[in-house]
């Protein structure tokens, strides 16, 4: 069975003015960084949550994670763990689109087809309003 919950260790190094670099000295694929420790937490666990769907994808294999402890900081670097579950971001980020039935008043129906309001469209705006995302 494939594994979902995946935790690697990050270095994030301050960058002045730019908040801070975030690397993962086990997933060579490039970097990411945030403006402080709580947007760059949020740029970590997607950019490690995408890497690994990339590695799945291609067929590489997922590298194990280096113990934290064994990480060689620079002076003002910040190690820390980052734990994605890559079903969720799977899910989370997938365009796939999905058929609804959906039941409205037959007044309702004429005036947003008289104003060529697009149904799926306005729904997703709803949803996502509603969501919060």
Not at 97 to 102: A, E, G
Request: with cysteine; hydrophobic share 40%; proline share 5%.
């Amino acid at each position: 069975m494939k594994q979902v919950r995946h935790v690697y260790p990050a270095i994030f190094t301050p960058e002045e003015g730019y908040g801070f670099c975030i690397i993962f000295p086990d997933i060579r694929m490039g970097a990411t960084q945030g403006k402080d420790i709580a947007e760059g937490m949020v740029m970590a666990e997607d950019f490690l949550a995408s890497a690994i769907c990339k590695l799945e994808d291609i067929g590489d294999e997922i590298p194990n994670p280096t113990d934290i402890n064994s990480l060689k900081l620079k002076k003002g670097d910040i190690a820390t763990l980052i734990s994605v579950d890559v079903a969720d971001y799977r899910r989370r980020t997938e365009n796939k689109f999905i058929k609804k039935t959906l039941t409205i008043p037959s007044w309702l129906n004429a005036l947003a087809e008289d104003s060529k309001i697009n149904f799926s469209q306005t729904l997703q705006q709803a949803l996502k309003e509603k969501l919060n995302v």
